[in-house]
């Protein structure tokens, strides 16, 4: 946040002078901070300063004593304010929230040469957090992208160079000092210095990186093969082709796995050269010894706040408890409102936000357990609303929505909340808002089999719960006769320097015996 400097006139000469200095010291720091009006008036300076799009002004008075040295500190940051038409401005990432610094490169919807207007789409990122769909602020020509997908930008850092079109040149702002990129050399092309290409017509443009490959194709165009240098030079050794080699990694890129397939492969027998039959090309024993190495792939998205999450958890006394649910009275209960559901447009109704419902009804009676610990002032928050997290595997990882004031909610409105979580995170739209807030999280590792586990809390909530998957088991009635009974398996983990034993296991109990008579339930719901 930034606060206007006010500086009085009745300074004196010394003080203004220092006041200036200061002023001009804090433009010289700010990375991405410009002047783009300076009025010359004898006593007054109006700046209007801007960051990320935002814009406001600095009103500042001065004495006459200090306008000749204000002038001379200030109006050099002043010129280069605004580019002029034509001119490259820098598009910066700017701060997508919750103190995140970097950010992944899920898509970049523009390319070099292409023609930007105010609020296109430029790329779209993905923090440990959420997925944030970036769009522009200036009119005019992309003339560099700094990333590719699946890069990790830098908050702070230019995503794109755009040449600025004459209205955007006048308003758009420009950072005082940009950050400064090195150009990619190149070599003038001339008969004794000819552009770099292989034996088989490749060519590799100066201005790609060392993986991308430029290919002459037989229309006279070109088309790129992907490639890591290693695999170019593995291609290189065993006098393979790139071209004809289809790539089955991200993007077409061809890999080791793609030319150890292609040597094994029989190259065909020709016919007849020359009036001699050429005999069928062998693979050697050792071009069909190479093997996978070891391969270092970084943490992104969503694993890589899990590893932030479980590292914090390891540092929580975790307590355990476990019981077990019979689900025979939830599974008849969910099936006579699947009528109510279908009605009001709920397309999918599972056992899950029954679960959900008595969760947050057995919270009212333990609101301790939906709280959270303040270890700095050794406080606890009790957390007003019971926003439930509920973990789900996507094709990113593991990811903990929550659905917020389950107190308020019906058993049909949470199932609408859960079904819309469960499509937007398959599709890796979730918010940083669905993300965030979360009071208690139950997780059902049942979907997927297993029955009792052991749950790791999602800091700083001080519990979580986990499903089991529900079985059919023998057991005795009242009158000792043997029946079938359906059951699932509850664990519950605790923060122990929260929640003790005898608080956790009166919870479950309760937990209990709304999930085995539901009906209950209705005695409690407003």
Wanted: net charge positive; hydrophobic share 35%.
């Amino acid at each position: 946040m930034y606060r206007p400097l006010l500086f009085a006139t009745s300074l004196s000469a010394r003080a203004s002078f220092n006041a200036a200095k200061s002023f001009t010291n804090l433009s010289q720091q700010t990375q991405h901070n410009q002047f783009v009006n300076l009025s010359n008036r004898p006593y007054s300076q109006q700046f209007c300063q801007s960051t990320g799009g935002r814009h406001f002004s600095l009103n500042t008075r001065f004495a006459p004593i200090l306008n000749s040295h204000f002038q001379l500190t200030i109006h050099r940051y002043a010129h280069s304010a605004a580019p002029a038409e034509g001119g490259a401005q820098p598009f910066i990432l700017t701060d997508v929230g919750e103190g995140i610094a970097e950010v992944e490169i899920i898509n970049f919807y523009v390319k070099v040469g292409d023609r930007l207007s105010e609020f296109d789409r430029v790329c779209e990122v993905q923090s440990d957090k959420a997925t944030v769909e970036i769009t522009s602020r200036y009119e005019g020509v992309v003339s560099k992208v700094y990333y590719q997908k699946g890069d990790i930008a830098k908050v702070g850092k230019p995503l794109i160079d755009v040449t600025l079109s004459s209205h955007s040149a006048s308003a758009a702002p420009a950072p005082a000092t940009p950050t400064p990129t090195t150009p990619t050399p190149t070599t003038p092309t001339s008969p004794s210095n000819p552009a770099p290409s292989t034996s088989q017509g490749h060519t590799i443009s100066s201005h790609e990186d060392q993986f991308t490959t430029s290919i002459r194709t037989s229309s006279g165009g070109t088309r790129k093969v992907l490639a890591t240098p290693a695999v170019r030079r593995l291609a290189s050794e065993k006098k393979l082709t790139l071209s004809t080699i289809s790539g089955t990694g991200r993007d077409g890129r061809v890999t080791k796995a793609d030319i150890i397939r292609a040597l094994e492969q029989p190259t065909p027998v020709t016919k007849e050269t020359h009036g001699a039959a050429v005999p069928e090309t062998k693979v050697s024993q050792e071009t069909l010894s190479i093997t996978e190495e070891d391969r270092e792939v970084p943490i992104r998205g969503y694993a890589r706040a899990m590893v932030k999450t479980m590292t914090a958890a390891a540092k929580v006394p975790h307590f355990g408890y476990a019981d077990e649910l019979e689900v025979d009275n939830i599974i008849a209960f969910r099936k006579m409102l699947l009528r109510a559901a279908n009605e009001r447009g709920v397309e999918k109704l599972t056992l899950m936000p029954i679960f959900l419902k008595a969760l947050s009804l057995s919270l009212k009676a333990f609101p301790i357990v939906n709280s959270q610990l303040k270890e700095e002032s050794m406080s606890l928050v009790y957390k007003a609303s019971h926003n439930i997290g509920v973990a789900m595997d996507t094709p990113s990882g593991l990811v903990v929505p929550n659905i917020k004031n389950c107190q308020n909610k019906s058993i049909l409105e949470i199932a609408q909340d859960l079904n819309r979580l469960m499509g937007l995170a398959k599709e890796n739209k979730l918010s940083v808002n669905e993300l965030t807030g979360g009071t208690i999280t139950l997780s059902n590792v049942g979907t997927i089999g297993g029955t009792y586990t052991s749950p790791i809390l999602n800091i700083p909530e001080v519990a979580i719960g986990a499903l089991g998957k529900i079985q059919t088991v023998p057991r005795f009635d009242s009158q000792g006769h043997v029946k079938p009974v359906q059951i699932i398996q509850l664990s519950w983990s605790a923060d122990h320097r929260v929640l003790d034993g005898a608080t956790v296991a009166r919870f479950s109990t309760l937990f209990k015996r709304y999930v085995e008579n539901p009906t209950s339930m209705l005695l409690e719901c407003r």
